[in-house]
């Protein structure tokens, strides 16, 4: 197969994510960033943890979806996360949630 159709595939699944995302994205009230994944979630937990020489972070999430293409289902109940790296906690408003007109997939 050439080359080409591999790279249309992944931008059509791409966009098939990202309206997911944008028909998804009310019902949850966290944004959730780690070095590995994004995730929406309506509950979580960041919890440092000291190590003899190091920290990591643990973190709980409940009710999550998972952004991630190759998925089959990214409705999760449950997700913990360890990591080294930097997390990234937001908790999203209601007025966050409206994409402006000339962005809109929707035409």
Request: proline content about 2%.
């Given at each position: 197969m050439d080359d080409e159709v591999f790279d249309d595939y992944d931008r059509e699944l791409e966009l098939a994510l990202y309206k997911e995302y944008r028909d998804v994205v009310s019902q949850f009230?966290?944004?959730?960033?780690?070095?590995?994944?994004?995730?929406?979630?309506?509950?979580?937990?960041?919890?440092?943890?000291?190590t003899e020489h190091d920290f990591y972070f643990e973190i709980s999430m409940t009710d999550v979806w998972v952004w991630?293409?190759?998925?089959?289902?990214?409705?999760?109940?449950?997700?913990?996360?360890?990591?080294?790296?930097?997390?990234?906690?937001?908790?999203?408003?209601?007025?966050?949630?409206?994409?402006?007109?000339?962005?809109?997939?929707?035409?």
């Open positions: 009230q966290y944004v959730i960033e780690t070095e590995r994944r994004f995730y929406l979630a309506n509950e979580v937990n960041v919890v440092r943890r000291d991630d293409i190759y998925r089959a289902d990214r409705f999760v109940k449950a997700v913990r996360v360890l990591t080294f790296k930097d997390v990234n906690v937001e908790e999203l408003q209601r007025r966050d949630f409206h994409l402006p007109e000339e962005l809109s997939l929707d035409n």
